[in-house]
């Protein structure tokens, strides 16, 4: 491996793929001149870098940061060559729906830069039906739109019967969330149904993260008194498998008007992990359908905290019927995400795009993600 040199571009190279880093200021982002700041010097030298390197056969954007997939579009012009938008967070809706960005000329940039890269991209890659749904309505052609989820080593996260980490738990059937505490999570729905749970000394519930309203979350439950609910910090990524396994029932909440907008990621290692979950979400999201066609799982309302907690009650008493339902899971995950099945499709899309009229090339696609081009 070629290590990265010194300056504001710098090139490395790991397993046969050369890599361009570019550098960037870091200045902190509750502030959002400064996290404009911060996009903007990206911008500035990943397309500085970009007019470096040969011509490519393809791009391939990302929506993080969010004008990326315009920067690819302007690219693709100079370069006629192909162009993959891969669509992992849809703007502007999801700053719409969590209510994150509130000025309407931003968010009127966001959606004109976003409607250029949809009309210039030969490919828009998307997570689940839902996402899908959202671009018809927005005016793709469905023939540009190829489904990809994302997708988890099954070798890596499998499911562990006993650990010591699951130990501590005794027999209780523990009901677990792991993940980012952050604002966008509304895990306050989780700790009213905790709380209606609580003389229910077969349940516990337990928090795994870090985030902005962890302190908050921990001040919460202390004032309702619940002995029921434990919070514990990440653990290290080797031992992901056995923390994933110690849930009887995980817990996958989005926020409302979500649905279509993002499909959260760690519903994958939960099913490589043979766990059942709840998708606290609306119904007509990726993962909720998932649950329902699959039966590896349930689907409450976002803030029903009494439906929750009637799920969980009920599930508590049906031990067998969530092992089942885990093991239904597993076989989902090796069936359609395990990364080998995710990345074939991936590279099934490169191929499609790669027709006789292009020139041969021995150049890996552009993949334009965050920090690096």
Known sequence: MRTPGRGIIRHETHGGISIIRTWG???????????????????MLAGLAALRVKRPDIIIAETDPPLLGALGAM????????????????YPDIAIANGALKSRMLLGLLERANRLSYRDADCVIVLGEDMRQRLLAKGVSPEKIALVPDWVDCRTIRPIRSSPFRSQFGESCVVMYSGNLGLSQQL??????????RDDA??????????????????????LGLSNVQFLPYRPKEELAASLSA???????????????????KIYG??????????????????????????????????????????????AGKRAELVAMGARARRLAERKFDRQVATRRFADVLNSLIGDELPPSTE????ASTGSL
């Open 75 to 90: 690219l693709k012009r100079r370069w006629n060559c192909r162009l993959v938008y891969n669509v992992r967070d849809l």
């Open 202 to 223: 077969r349940i516990q519930f337990v928090l795994i993260g870090e985030g902005a309203r962890k302190s908050w979350l921990v001040e919460r439950a202390r004032q």
């Open 270 to 315: 939960i099913l490589a992990a043979g766990r059942p979950f709840v998708a606290i979400m609306e119904e007509s999201a990726e993962i909720a359908r998932l649950a329902r066609e699959n039966s590896i799982g349930f689907v409450v309302q976002p803030g029903d905290a009494e439906d929750l907690a009637r799920v969980i009650q009920a599930s």
């Open 364 to 367: 890996a696609p552009l993949s």
């Open 188 to 197: 306050e729905t989780v700790l009213e149904a905790a709380a209606r749970l």
């Open 25 to 43: 200021t870091r200045l902190p982002k509750r502030r959002l001149p400064l996290r404009f700041l911060n996009l903007g010097t990206y911008y």
């Open 247 to 265: 849930g009887d029932l995980h817990l996958v909440p989005l926020f409302p008007g979500a649905a279509g907008c993002i499909v959260p990621s």
